[in-house]
């Protein structure tokens, strides 16, 4: 019995498991191992739940699958196929939308866990881009845009990681971003300075 | 051609579809027409990419709550027609499973990984280990697992 054996041995196993679920993680934390995986004990537990469990597998596999499209993203150490198959993914969606893709690309570092890291905002058409890196657990996030006054010159709630204001004008703009996690806590970013549209 | 790709890798049928057809309608929802379009980045179309894929696995889970009763029932017809084969197939997976609880720590999710079908560069990359430190660790773990096996009678051979 070599290790192909083993491996389809144990996977026959584990698809016919009737899964209750009950022990399995939630979505969040799997998707926090998918997109930010950091080793740490309670990550390598859910990757243990993972390999030994047919439905979680099948959901983290979609997860990564999606984290396989990142842009600029690292070396993926995902097989082969899921690169290519996330690209193949990713131009059936920009040929549906006409989109051209003509952004410099940012990747924020791995904050999972500490407060939200702003990326560098860019021009939109009228607006800017305002973009972030996710943070682990996070169920919303809310934008915020101050003046030199600290006034607010444009909020906005989303479950992504962008946002793109309208035409802002003024002088001594800031922004933060502030996520709102599943358990209710709540993480801020700095306050950054944010150039004005025109 | 995508669809057996996602198969073999033992993503649902379906699965790309929901999660191209979920990006769509974020882009739809958020950027509206085309000239806002254009002013859509590939990091942007990542992101929507995530939070759909979260939103399947979720819809899925609830769906999945739901449907656990028929599952089960269906499952377990299933296993009544070869009984013999399929208990004594499920009794030694058991034992191998029971054998790799008992590994050292990161032996243990080493092997399990491994044993899922995750490449040596995915493992290192998910536990944020180097390649060698991977390499170790799975080679070990398996040595290990194939020891413990021996003693059982399972008696596995090939390497890792």
Redesign the interface.
Known sequence: ???????Q?????ID??????TD?PP??A??S?A?S???DAA??AI??H???C??C???F???R???A????ARRS???R??P???A???I???S????????S???GGDNAGSGVELLPP?R??DGV?L?WS?VAQAVSYRVEVTDGDGNLAFSAET????V?TPSLQGEGLRWAVEARLLDGLVRTSKLDTLPTSR | MVMSIGRRAGLADGDLDELIQGVRLRLWRTQGDDARAETVSASYVHQAARSAAIDIVRARRTVLASASESIHDTIIADTTSQPDVQLEERETADRIMAEVETLAPDRRVAVKLHLAGYQREEIASLLGWSDVRTRNLVHRGMIDLRTRLAALGLAPSGGS
């Open positions: 019995m070599d290790d192909n054996a083993l491996r041995l144990i996977r026959s196993r016919n498991v009737p899964e209750s679920r399995c979505p969040e799997l998707e191992v997109f995986p950091r080793g990550q390598r990757l243990e993972v390999a030994t047919a439905p597998r099948g959901e596999d979609l997860l699958t999606a984290q499209a990142a842009p600029g150490p995902l097989p196929w899921i290519a198959l996330a193949a993914s990713l059936v969606v920009v549906l939308v006409a989109f051209r893709d003509t952004d690309v940012v990747r860019t939109a058409t881009t973009r996710a479950a992504d990681t962008v793109i």
